[in-house]
């Protein structure tokens, strides 16, 4: 096996899944996901979380060999969740005498999973542990996107191991630090992790953010996706700018069509934008593109347009699926267009204003709504809705 060295002493033990479909059995991860554990030797051995259960095996024998046979002393258990918890039962297993390292919830997590009563030692903010040269300092950073979630900084070497916090989807495919490979290429993977998996919890990233500025972090070491040492500061401001919902200008515009009226009035309102000079358009079908995609493109992009067909009185069901989400996520600071048809009763657009009360974003242009089809003299309709979302959008 390739030894992957963090420094010195600091090992990465990771492994790569291009098997699963869907992350937390919701998420689509076409291009897989890495699960990152990392081993420190020193006087003592410590883990910093573990990996995905399918990965045992070959996780066991990873360390056996980085450690020459030695036991492993502490885990430090930065995030319970089970693609890093996995092999939690198994390490104890293979190292009775391990130390567990975490916070009160940890523990109790800890206990709810997996029954575990280990021996342990309860940390929290500015808490060190010392493996002989090596030092560690704790700092919780609550909701990052579990209760128990914190970071861990080896201040030898200034790596700051982060738990998902600074994550992404994708494998690493050969290269694991973001020099060895083209890390621009994982941009919309970071942006689609961060909006599905912690996106909701925008305010305490922003107070994560604010507990580690107290360390001079010379590599971040996340839990998926590549270790960042050259290019810190990117990953640092992405965190920034998208947990203060910082966007681009540009617009998502989505529908729920069952037989193209709907359809057709998202490919005006798209074709005047780009006309207006908006360059950053998406269309989606809500029936053919899952939410996670669409929902980092509303993390990026200042407007999102609406549209719905009636179904069953209702809104079109993908459109009431991704509105539920995009509610959950409590998502901020966007400009809302709305359109939709009916055939008989209403529904969609009726709904469309009902999420707009809700989610409290502005509202621009008239709500547009056709019975049937969309008429011929109503062309401009669409345009002026095009046009007054670009004119906000311009304005930035
Ligand atoms: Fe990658 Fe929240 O677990």
């Not at 974003?361 to 309709?381: N, Q, S, T, Y």
Request: charged fraction near 20%.
């Amino acid at each position: 096996m390739h030894k992957v060295n963090l420094a010195e002493n600091i090992y990465y033990v990771g492994f790569n899944d291009r098997k699963t479909h869907l992350f937390e059995n919701i998420w689509p991860i076409p291009k897989g996901v890495s699960y990152n554990s990392y081993l420190i030797v020193d006087e003592k051995i410590a883990l910093i979380d573990t990996v995905e259960r399918s990965y045992i095996d070959d996780y066991l024998d990873q360390i056996a060999v980085l450690t020459d046979g030695r036991p492993v002393d502490y885990l430090v258990i930065n995030h319970m969740e089970p693609d890093h918890s996995g092999a939690l039962k198994a390490v104890i297993s293979r190292y009775p005498n391990i130390t567990l390292v975490g916070n009160k919830k940890t523990f109790e997590m800890a206990d709810n999973f997996y029954q575990v009563k280990q021996q342990s030692i309860e940390v929290y903010d500015d808490s060190e542990l010392s493996l002989g040269k090596t030092n560690l300092q704790f700092t919780t950073i609550p909701m990052v996107h579990w209760p128990e979630t914190m970071v861990t900084f080896e201040s030898t070497n200034k790596i700051l191991f982060t738990g998902d916090a600074c994550g992404s989807y994708g494998t690493l495919d050969g290269g694991i630090f973001d020099d060895e490979l083209d890390y621009t290429l994982y941009d919309e993977e970071i942006v689609r992790y961060f909006s599905n998996i912690v996106g909701k919890y925008c305010a305490h990233t922003q107070r994560a953010l604010k507990k580690i500025a107290k360390y001079d972090i010379k590599m971040i070491a996340s839990t998926h996706g590549m270790i960042w040492r050259s290019h810190i500061d990117f990953i640092l401001d992405k965190y920034q700018k998208l947990s203060t919902y910082q966007t681009e200008p540009g617009a998502v515009i989505v529908y729920g069509s069952m037989y193209g009226n709907t359809a057709k009035m998202a490919e005006i309102i798209a074709r005047q934008l780009a006309v207006r000079g908006i360059k950053n358009i998406r269309v989606y079908d809500s029936s053919k593109t899952h939410p996670s995609f669409i929902i980092s493109d509303i993390f990026k992009y200042k407007a999102l347009i609406l549209g719905s067909a009636a179904y069953n009185n209702a809104m079109f069901p993908t459109v009431e699926t991704l509105l539920t989400t995009i509610k959950h996520m409590g998502i901020k600071n966007h400009l809302l267009g709305i359109f939709g048809s009916y055939s008989w009763n209403g529904g969609g657009v009726k709904n469309l204003m009902k999420f707009s009360e809700e989610i409290q974003w502005e509202l621009v242009g008239e709500p547009l709504e056709e019975k049937g089809a969309m008429k011929a003299d109503h062309f401009d309709r669409y345009v002026n809705l095009a046009n007054a979302i670009a004119d906000k959008l311009l304005m930035d």
